[in-house]
């Protein structure tokens, strides 16, 4: 540090000063560009997890609505029917509801699943991911809830996920074994998956996805601004200082310097004529004085030779 220091004091005022306002600048936009790039985040995340959570309130809604109110309808058909009637089931209508929301320009990047492993409706298979959020979920059955973001070839998007386990008896009767599940499911899904489920056992995630691409680049677009915004002024800040050191400093110092400078090398008609009041007039005034002193002294030395 002291070499720096030593180092420094050898530089012109006006060098060291800028060295200090760059270093302070450079400090500057770093902290402030990381606190910034922070809150951004932040906020993108939020405004993700709210539009993810007001879909998903509504896909629980119609699950809740079909099971409730479709369901009891349609289950005495699901008997006596040769082809199963999935609008009896929750997964379906929800599923055939979000596809509806998708077929708006502005949603059609959203996605929701009930993600399964083992599935009825093949549609529903877990990739490697999804799977690996339920096998979480059943390994740390406290998670209620997991949100992140999940880069796919569209892009990257933001998902929320929930676990789904079978909390009822009845939902076995489908899903447990094909010898007692209805003949018309088995027609339309088979026998080979989407049984061997276990009561209170988490057997799929539901899965919002959210894409996050638009979001990140209008928040890439805002710190691009504000970030320009800032070095603006600094730079303005510092083209300031730099002007107003020159001015009121600088300039005034190096004209005393030379008057000094004349006044050593005998010109006793050179003047140190700062006028203003502050310490530069101040360091005029004194000048002077010393000039004057000098000059009285040069006299009485003639005078004793
Ligand atoms: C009458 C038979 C039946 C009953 C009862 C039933 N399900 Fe299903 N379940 C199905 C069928 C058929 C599908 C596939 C629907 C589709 O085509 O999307 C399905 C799909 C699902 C899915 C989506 C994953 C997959 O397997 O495709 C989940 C999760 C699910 N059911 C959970 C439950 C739960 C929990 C209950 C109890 C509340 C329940 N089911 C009761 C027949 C049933």
């Not at 200090?20 to 985040?41: P, Q």
């Not at 079909?66 to 309808?73: E, S």
């Not at 509801?97 to 993600?115: L, T």
Request: glycine share 2%; hydrophobic share 40%.
């Amino acid at each position: 540090m002291l070499w720096l220091s030593k180092d420094l004091r050898n530089l012109k005022i006006r060098d060291q000063f800028n060295i200090f306002i760059v270093l302070i600048f450079i400090l500057g936009i770093s902290l402030s560009g990381t606190a910034l790039s922070k809150v951004l985040e932040h906020r993108a995340e939020e405004e993700l997890t709210s539009k993810a959570m007001v879909l998903f309130v509504t896909m629980n809604s119609v699950r809740n609505y079909t099971q409730k109110q479709i369901n009891p309808l349609l289950a005495p058909k699901l008997e006596t029917e040769s082809a199963f009637i999935p609008q009896a089931i929750p997964t379906y209508s929800v599923r055939e509801v979000f596809e509806s929301i998708r077929s708006n320009e502005e949603y059609k990047n959203f996605f929701y699943k009930d993600a399964a492993p083992n599935p009825t409706n093949l549609r529903d298979k877990a990739d490697e991911f999804e799977t690996q959020l339920v096998k979480e979920f059943r390994t740390h059955p406290q998670i209620k809830q997991r949100s992140d973001f999940r880069n796919l070839p569209e892009g990257k998007v933001f998902y929320i996920a929930r676990p789904f386990a079978v909390r009822e008896q009845r939902c076995l009767e489908c899903h447990s074994t094909p010898e007692i599940a209805p003949k018309s499911l088995l027609a339309s899904y088979g026998s080979e998956h989407g049984f061997g489920w276990k009561l209170n056992e988490i057997i799929a995630a539901q899965v919002l996805y959210v894409p996050a691409e638009e979001i990140f680049h209008s928040v890439r677009r805002s710190f691009y601004l504000v970030m320009g915004v800032v070095i603006c002024v600094f730079v303005i800040i510092i083209s300031t200082i730099n002007l107003l050191l020159k001015k009121a400093v600088l300039q005034r110092i190096r004209k005393i310097a030379k008057t000094a400078h004349e006044v050593s090398t005998g010109n006793m008609d050179a003047e140190f004529t700062e006028k203003s009041q502050d310490e530069i007039g101040a360091l005029a005034v004194a000048f002077n004085r010393m000039k004057s002193s000098l000059e009285i002294s040069m006299k009485l030395l003639s005078h004793k030779k």
